[in-house]
């Protein structure tokens, strides 16, 4: 058994009020990393690997092992001595480290009071340049100050061209890059509900994934060099979909209000540099694992930073930093991939045979009731042709109609009707949703109907016989 395999079977029951540790903390404490400290998830291993009959002896077995690791003494390791240099040299970096952040706050502060004193100087020179009594002085005519004079008699030379008046080519009025206010309005109003910004997300994790060419459907199985290109794909990507421009010195903009965008695979996991202080950040979280995803804006000050940092500078935001973010859509539902859905056993069933029509076919076996993507086909079938094994004539379609499934298409107007009718999930643009049919009986009491080929048919129950499905209605 593998230690994915023994964290899908592990149940909330089995560690009480305690989140069910990730696969990352098994696999330490598999490796004997504190798995002496941590008897609540032995339990769960001995509950999830061991016949019920004997788990109560082996639970016993377990505790006269971990008494005897206890009992046994054991050499404690030296403590080395601290190299005293050393440690002054970090104290020092850390020191400098700290006066780099402050002094680039100073410099943000007086950046922003330059950018003020130029946008009041450009008012003034614009309100002199178009009040005639600052440009020519009182009692002054136009006429007298745009033709030349001859200096010999004063009186204007009807040789010489007349003047142009002088123009002053101003600066626009510089807008500001932090304006967050901007960034948020902007985003909510082209993005109400969440939906574009989790269409673009889910379509990132299938695009990093791959899964046609590579058959990975998790994010535990890209290479770490995968994974760091997501916060560009997802930049990319949110860029595209919201007609959004390149910003002069930050990654985008809205109505000149510029911004970064960050990204990571769990809430509250951006890390920030000391330059990003002072900047407008769009903070983008998706886990796919639970279907959900949030996006928040925020103008990172430095008293929103965790006081630790990585070697590299960078830091997290504190809970000052969290609250101050402004939250367009927190905690939202992401597109699901069915494949994390499904349990480790189907999931091997469905990757078993060679045949990626044979594949696509055991995918819409164990996936009744659930909406599946395009992509899952795509990773499933591995092919190019993917769409071809779900449609009928040789497709999963006409195969599984004999077992009494259909496939309900999402892109089909008739298709969804038959969903609505029977209190399925109604399946989008580009998915399916597979279900088997049994002709209506007794038993099935009131349970929802529909007419198909001149009969009653429901959803069918365990109970029902296994029977040849109808015809679904013809596409339009």
Not at 66 to 87: F, H, I, M, S, Y
Not at 212 to 230: F, N
Request: proline share 6%; net charge positive; charged share 25%.
């Amino acid at each position: 058994m593998s230690v994915q395999d023994l964290c899908d079977r592990f149940t909330q029951e089995q560690f009480g009020k305690r989140r069910i540790p990730r696969h990352s903390t098994i696999s330490q404490r598999l490796n004997g990393v504190d798995l002496h400290k941590d008897w609540t998830l032995i339990k769960a291993i001995i509950a999830v690997c061991t016949p019920p009959a004997k788990v109560e002896e082996v639970s016993k077995q377990a505790q006269a092992l971990l008494q005897k690791w206890r009992t046994t003494p054991r050499a404690e390791p030296p403590v080395p001595l601290p190299d005293l240099d050393l440690v002054h040299v970090r104290q020092k970096v850390i020191s400098l480290q700290n006066e780099l952040v402050q002094m680039r706050a100073l410099h943000g502060e007086l950046a922003e009071e330059l950018r003020q004193t130029r946008g009041l100087l450009a008012s003034v020179l614009l309100t002199r340049s178009t009040d005639p009594l600052h440009v020519m002085g009182r009692g002054a005519t136009l006429s007298k100050l745009d033709a030349p004079r001859d200096r010999g008699n004063d009186k204007p030379n009807p040789t010489v061209p007349a003047r142009a008046p002088m123009a002053i080519d101003l600066p626009k009025r510089p807008r500001s890059f932090h304006d967050m206010e901007t960034v948020s309005s902007g985003l909510l109003a082209m993005d109400p509900t969440g939906q574009r910004g989790a269409r673009v997300l889910r379509r990132s994790f299938d695009q990093v994934l791959d899964g046609i060419h590579t058959g990975r459907y998790r994010w535990e199985q890209l290479m770490r060099s995968e994974k760091a290109i997501m916060e560009d794909l997802v930049t990319t990507r949110f860029s595209r979909e919201f007609g959004l421009q390149d910003g002069a010195s930050l990654d985008l903009q809205i109505d000149g209000a510029e911004f970064n965008c960050r990204y990571s695979t769990r809430n509250r996991g951006w890390m920030f540099s000391p330059d990003s202080i002072g900047q407008v950040h769009l903070l983008l979280w998706a886990d796919d694992m639970k279907s959900r995803w949030g996006l928040g804006v925020i103008h990172l000050k430095p008293d929103f930073l965790s006081s630790g940092a990585n070697r590299n500078g960078r830091r997290i935001l504190n809970r000052q930093g969290l609250a101050e973010a402004r939250w367009l859509h927190e905690d939202a539902p992401l597109p699901e991939n069915v494949l994390l859905r499904l349990g480790s056993e189907d999931i091997d069933l469905i990757f078993a045979p060679d045949s990626g029509q044979k594949r696509v076919n055991e995918l819409f076996r164990r996936a009744q009731g659930l909406l599946v993507s395009r992509n899952a086909v795509a990773t499933v079938a591995m092919q190019e042709d993917y769409m071809k094994r779900v449609r009928g004539y040789g497709g999963a379609r006409s195969i599984l109609r004999s077992e009494g499934i259909v496939i309900i298409g999402g892109s089909f107007k008739k298709h969804t009707q038959v969903a609505n009718i029977l209190g399925l999930t109604v399946p989008e643009q580009g998915e399916f949703l597979s279900v088997r049919l049994a002709r209506r009986r007794p038993h099935h009491g009131d349970a929802p109907s529909i007419e198909l080929e001149g009969e009653q048919w429901v959803i069918a129950t365990d109970d029902d016989p296994i029977e040849p499905a109808p015809l679904l209605p013809e596409v339009i």
